[in-house]
């Protein structure tokens, strides 16, 4: 298995970054052999993957970054880099490779606090690897500052140091920044391919495959959390039932008091599982003895990580939030494609009777409102509205219709 099975109906990306790894391997060995390096490149210094939710942006960065740090000596016979199997492919999969650093947004923002160490890390050479590969999740959400700090790391990188960033799309990013990257579109793939990675990758069963890809309309991970994560399937169904509730004013205000509730056991779930481990290394890296008080100097230190922890809860909340609210929007498609009698295939097959009864008493028009609503909402909590607020105002506006 090769690090471009990650990249799931992605065939011309495929294709692009392969040729790009071979160049780059024929660089890094033209530069340890003191030969000339090769007259035509198709490697540069810094790339732009963009793409909509699910389609595998960070999935092709890495597996590029794999492809980058390959060793395997298949290489000299002509193989293609990133074998999935060698010491630099499974770090840099991993994302414990010393030469392949990942930025993720932890709140709703990358702070420059969080780029200055890589930034600087970005103009030193491999400490071990053949490139100094810095991988930015989402590119989409670098502030000002933090952007301005990314741009003059791109203006004048060092020679084996590539930038490799992700955002759903070119317009995301400042338009200095994307100037001095190549581009790659990425497309939603197929819910067959969805379905076949599931079956070849996770052992799925082929219905249940591909009822998961149609419901999930192609988005790779959630397919994958809904075809192996009973939880998530029983978050789904409640989800799905929600339109169904929506009668009185207070069943509305329920309802939006559910879905919070729910995100927020997600983020709890999350928390309990990252945060006492991450503290408790911290501790002992500041040489706090097991149970003892910290040593003097260090209580700013760990704010910091409190703070970041804090930021990664509230992103973990929106985002839950946020695939609900996707799941919502599936639904009232499928409603809409049944009235307006369309021969576009249901999404969510496993509730046709209730999408049928909600189709026959409402009208196009409304449902075209709900969907709007579904909008705003997912509008203000990308601009810091309370969720319960946010939710509350969408439950109501899909009762009105």
Same mark, same amino acid.
């Given at each position: 298995m090769t690090v471009w099975d990650d990249l799931v109906g992605q065939e011309k990306v495929g294709e692009l970054l392969t040729g790009a790894a071979r160049d780059a391997d024929a660089l890094v060995t033209a530069s340890a052999a003191d030969a000339p390096p090769p007259e035509a490149s198709s490697m540069t210094h810094a790339w732009l993957f963009t793409g909509p939710p699910g389609a595998g942006r960070n999935q092709a960065a890495r597996a590029f970054a794999a492809a980058l740090q390959c060793v395997s000596p298949d290489r000299a016979l002509g193989g293609v880099p990133g074998c999935g199997f060698c010491d630099g492919c499974h770090t840099a999969l991993l994302g414990t490779h010393a030469d392949v650093s990942t930025v993720a947004a932890v709140g709703t923002e990358i702070l420059v606090k969080d780029m200055r160490d890589t930034v600087r890390k970005s103009f030193t050479s491999p400490a071990n690897g053949r490139w100094q590969v810095i991988l930015v999740e989402d590119a989409e959400r670098l502030n000002e500052k933090s952007a301005n700090a990314v741009l003059k790391a791109v203006e004048e990188p060092a020679p084996r140091t590539v930038w490799l960033l992700c955002a759903p799309s070119i317009e995301d990013v400042l338009p200095t920044i994307r100037s001095r990257c190549r581009h790659l579109s990425l497309r939603t793939p197929s819910m067959d391919a969805v379905a076949d990675m599931l079956v070849r990758r996770e052992g799925i069963e082929r219905d249940a495959a591909a009822a998961a890809a149609r419901a999930t309309q192609g988005h790779v991970e959630r397919a994958r959390r809904l075809a192996t994560d009973p939880a998530a399937r029983e978050r789904r169904a409640s989800v799905l039932k929600l339109p169904l509730r929506l009668d009185e004013v207070g069943s509305c205000l329920k309802a939006a008091q559910q879905l919070v509730d729910a995100a927020t056991d997600d983020a709890r779930q999350l928390a309990e599982e990252m945060d006492g481990k991450e503290t408790e290394e911290l501790k002992a890296a500041l040489g706090a003895a097991q149970g003892g008080r910290l040593p003097?100097? /260090?209580?700013? #230190?760990?704010?910091? @990580?409190?703070?970041?922890?804090?930021?990664?809860? &509230?992103? /973990?909340?929106?985002?839950?939030?946020? %695939? =609900? @609210?996707?799941?919502?929007?599936?639904?009232?498609?499928? %409603?809409? *494609?049944?009235? +307006?009698?369309?021969? #576009?295939a249901l999404a969510?097959?496993?509730? $046709?009777?209730? +999408?049928?009864?909600?189709?026959?008493?409402?009208?196009? $028009?409304? &449902? +075209?409102?709900?969907? $709007? =609503?579904?909008?705003?909402?997912? $509008? *203000?909590?990308?601009?810091? #509205?309370?969720?319960?607020?946010?939710?509350?105002?969408? &439950?109501?506006?899909?009762?009105?219709?």
């Open positions: 003097r100097g /260090t209580a700013g #230190v760990m704010k910091d @990580l409190e703070d970041m922890q804090k930021r990664r809860r &509230t992103r /973990t909340q929106r985002d839950s939030l946020d %695939v =609900a @609210l996707g799941d919502l929007t599936g639904f009232y498609r499928d %409603v809409l *494609a049944l009235q +307006l009698g369309s021969r #576009v969510n097959m496993d509730a $046709e009777q209730d +999408l049928e009864r909600l189709a026959r008493a409402s009208s196009p $028009e409304s &449902t +075209l409102r709900r969907i $709007e =609503a579904i909008s705003a909402c997912r $509008e *203000a909590l990308e601009g810091n #509205v309370a969720p319960l607020l946010a939710v509350e105002a969408m &439950t109501m506006a899909l009762r009105a219709g």
